[in-house]
């Protein structure tokens, strides 16, 4: 009985292969035999074309590795990014080109700004409490012979840690206060004036305060991040305007304004101020200093910045010069969604959309400014793998990290 049954499994299911095979077949010929006029060609289902990868292969945490790096680089604004797990990973092998990648990576901001280009092992996770969390879409192109490492497009959607959930389980931690508050832009002048009083030598001025706590401590206590740059300006001429508008930014400050006891005024009444800033390196970088990725694998592959590339050639392709893609922020999902409006359909916690094509059968990407070759060289690239269809093993592992950070 048993036998029959299994015997007739495995017939069913070499029916099947063979049924499959055969479809493949077809729609192989069909491609090939593509003499004109070329007959409508059925569509081809994306599942034959992408292979799922293993979310916790070493390989796809290097390519995971190199694609959030490329990412960092890209921005103008913001924290750099690190890894919590890889999400969902698919492969699509093209002959000639190498592979094309698809990744969706769970990610965290770190405290490091993105202007920093610090390398991503100098730079940690926060602290839950004040942890933002999100999700990035990569296409990321690899052709191992020819030394290529392109990040072809991402977005990423980011929201901070639900403020009800860290509240409940942390009434005394700080919490992240509106940017504009009259009180986040005194600590920062007041820290900054701080610092320059301590470092006569050069004067800086406020470009923007990036991020902001407050907490109770014996009174209001606020704690901010904000960027500087260099003033024209001197201590001695207090009242200087002359303000150089372009100057970008050329360091990170980390302050905090404790304001002194209103309810006990027999405490210190006066503010207590701390400030710490560091400088951006020069834009030069050096090649290989923020290898991301730590597997050994990773060591072996160029950066995509060593990779050859027509770099140093003017090139006019937009693919070159557009922004490759862009990170969201949302806020807080509990604020968005409050837990009674159930009823509603559930809203995508962390929608990402990046779609080079809508086309189901793909459409060709002239990646030939990417090779240093004359031909001309072309990527199929499909629509994004959507949820309902995930590689196995996927989500990969995220140690240490808390479920409350973790896209669902
Ligand atoms: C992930 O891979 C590492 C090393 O390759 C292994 O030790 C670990 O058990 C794997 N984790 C899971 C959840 O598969
Ligand atoms: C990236 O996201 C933005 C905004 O969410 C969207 O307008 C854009 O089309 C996305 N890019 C791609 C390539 O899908």
Request: hydrophobic share 35%; aromatic share 6%; proline share 10%.
């Amino acid at each position: 009985m048993i036998n029959t049954f299994d015997r007739l499994g495995s017939q069913a299911f070499s029916r099947m292969a063979l049924l499959r095979l055969l479809v493949f077949c077809t729609l192989a010929a069909c491609c090939v035999a593509r003499s004109p006029p070329a007959p409508p060609l059925p569509p081809l289902p994306p599942a034959l074309l992408l292979d799922p990868l293993s979310c916790n292969d070493s390989q796809v945490l290097a390519v995971a590795g190199f694609a959030l790096q490329n990412i960092n680089r890209d921005q103008k604004d913001g924290y750099m990014l690190s890894l919590s797990r890889v999400h969902d990973a698919w492969e699509h092998y093209q002959e000639d080109m190498g592979s094309l990648f698809y990744l969706t990576l769970d990610v965290l901001e770190t405290g490091c700004h993105v202007l920093s280009k610090k390398a991503q092992k100098d730079c940690g996770p926060r602290t839950l409490h004040e942890s933002v969390y999100g999700q990035c879409k990569a296409m990321f192109h690899i052709n191992r012979p020819r030394r290529v490492l392109y990040l072809l497009a991402y977005n990423c959607t980011l929201r901070p840690v639900s403020q009800r959930k860290i509240q409940s389980m942390c009434p005394d931690c700080p919490f992240p206060v509106d940017l504009s508050a009259p009180s986040v832009l005194e600590a920062a002048t007041e820290s900054l004036a701080k610092f320059n009083r301590e470092n006569p030598s050069k004067q800086y001025s406020l470009v923007k305060v990036t991020r902001a706590t407050t907490q109770w401590v014996v009174g209001p206590a606020y704690s901010v991040d904000f960027l500087i740059k260099e003033s024209p300006c001197t201590e001695s001429q207090a009242s200087c305007s002359l303000q150089s508008s372009d100057s970008a930014p050329v360091g990170f400050c980390h302050g905090s304004m404790v304001q002194g006891s209103v309810q006990v005024p027999a405490l210190i009444r006066k503010k207590s101020v701390s400030v710490t800033c560091e400088f951006f390196e020069s834009q030069a970088q050096v090649p290989g200093d923020d290898n991301t990725a730590a597997t050994q694998e990773s060591k072996k592959l160029p950066t995509a910045d060593e990779a050859p590339q027509k770099n140093t050639a003017p090139t006019n392709s937009p693919s070159k010069t557009a922004p490759r893609g862009s990170v969201q922020h949302l806020p807080d999902l509990d604020v968005e969604k409050p837990e009674d409006s159930k009823e509603k359909s559930p809203v995508e916690a962390f929608p990402v959309q990046l779609d080079l094509t809508t086309n189901p059968q793909g459409d060709t990407l002239d990646v030939s400014f990417l090779y240093l070759g004359p031909e001309e060289k072309k990527l199929v690239v499909l629509p994004f793998p959507g949820t309902e269809r995930r590689s196995t093993e996927c989500p990969g592992p995220a140690e240490g990290t808390n479920p409350l950070i973790l896209p669902p």
